[in-house]
């Protein structure tokens, strides 16, 4: 089975994309890794991120918890992002 391109929007969380090698492969960012296909296509990609091995690359690499309270908002005069915590309600 070849990937498909609308998996990489899908999953972009997930940091699946294309592998560069072939395109019976997907390659994972936070794993560092190429995994094969197979007949199982998406199926497969589920299976991966639900393992504990890529939980783990994925918290390391993109901590999600620790910006779930910020907002960020373009500074024009600056020409940067400012980051704030939100306030609570």
């Given at each position: ?36 296909l197979d007949n ?50």
């Amino acid at each position: 089975m070849n990937y498909r391109d609308e998996w990489t929007k899908k999953y972009e969380e997930d940091g699946i994309q294309a592998s560069e090698e072939v395109f019976t492969k997907f390659h994972c960012r936070f794993c560092s890794k190429d995994y094969e296909l197979d007949n199982n296509g998406e199926s497969k990609i589920k299976r991966h991120i639900s393992t504990d091995k890529h939980k783990k690359n994925k918290g390391e690499h993109h901590p999600t918890d620790k910006y779930k309270d910020q907002v960020s908002t373009f500074n024009r005069n600056r020409n940067t992002f400012i980051t704030r915590n939100k306030l609570a309600i």
